[in-house]
């Protein structure tokens, strides 16, 4: 008989499974799509794009890992900032992250269909919003069979995807090279000819676009009560796997821009969602471009399974505070939150009838960039005795994020703004409720 006490979670995972917990979650829709989404946006340039992201993601990685170590709790920032900063700023971030990572994973879900269609040779334009539910709806029923077997099927994923992209890279890189004088030229061009914006604005919503490429690692503290030794665990699985996501989107992004160009990658992300297999297909042929699709394929599962798994710990988070409905505080003799689990569905497959990837994947960006600059936040809050790091990085990290969040399109942080007000108010009625039971 469990001795784990009710509503607490079991520490199952070590640091092989945290690490692909958080590279299951980063390789997928942030190298399969947002590159091309990036590549409209900044052209050549994306490169630099991925360069600036890369440091962000550095400072607000060293940020969630003392925090992580310091508080191992499910509920990653959400936990961070109702200890450390205030309730209001705590219940902010938890809310960010839901809004944030649903967008991500109906991304997700759209690149998926978007790859499978473009290998099945079947129109996207009709299929691809049916086809994108139906993959969140699977994927839900998975996450509620529980962690272990989620787990499982994540190391999988992973290891198909790391083919996939090798693959690409190694059979790519010879053309991007050779190409390399003429195709960067010149570096700071858009990929979308329409857009007349300065170079450095444009670098920079690209970069916040691509922010939100490496964000997978913050699966990892999401999961602060599954991981064994949290302490030593977490800060390594966060660090290792941001390392090894920066080693892989600057290969991907130089030979797809190098060998099939900026403008081509922004049109095969508006027109398929399916930027690399078109990429492959130009370059390589449709043998390549099939393993390409294969590896995509599985990378955006793989992203939808641990998005899904992330957000409903989160929610059970804030079910246990009452700042969402408490039945989603439930956790079933499984182990599972299965309320949680049920409504973080429900959600992301809602979204996903939007159907656009470059505005479901700039709603996500803004809701992210909020969440880190309250996790910096919290991090320059920290006892001395638990600061991993020199309390500059957090500073940096929550300069950039908030600078960062205004890059993207006006209606997008207009809108983003109204939603945390919102969930503001959402959070005041479920605490009123409570306070009349």
Known sequence: MSSTPPNELHRVVGLPGAVLVGLGSILGTGVFVSLGVAAGIAGNALLLAVVISAFVAACNAMSSAQLSAAHPVSGGT???GYRLLTPALGFTAGWMFLVA?????????????GYL???????PAQWRVPVAIGAVALFTLLVLSGVRRSTLANTVIVSLTIVALGVFVLTGFRD????????FTPFFAPGD???TRPAFARVLEASALMFVAYAGYARITTMGEEIRDPRRVIPLAILGTLVIALAIYSLVAFVALGAFGATNLFEATRDAAAPLEASAR????PIIARVVAIGAITAMLGVLLNLILGLSRVALAMGRRSDLPPALARVSVGGSPTIAVAFVGLGVGALALLGDVRLTW???????????AITNLAAIRLAREDRMYPAWIAWAGLAACVSLAFFVE??????GLGIIAGGLAIRAICRATLARA
């Open 78 to 80: 959400y936990e961070f």
């Open 101 to 113: 990572k649903s967008f991500s994973a109906a991304t997700a879900a759209l690149g998926f269909s």
């Open 117 to 123: 269609l473009r290998a099945l040779a079947i129109d």
């Open 176 to 183: 991007a090279a050779g190409r390399a004088n003429v195709a």
């Open 193 to 195: 000819a329409s857009d």
């Open 282 to 285: 130009h370059t390589d042929g």
């Open 362 to 372: 700039s709603f996500s960006a803004f809701a992210v960039l909020v969440y880190y």
């Open 410 to 415: 006006v209606r997008v942080w207009a809108i």
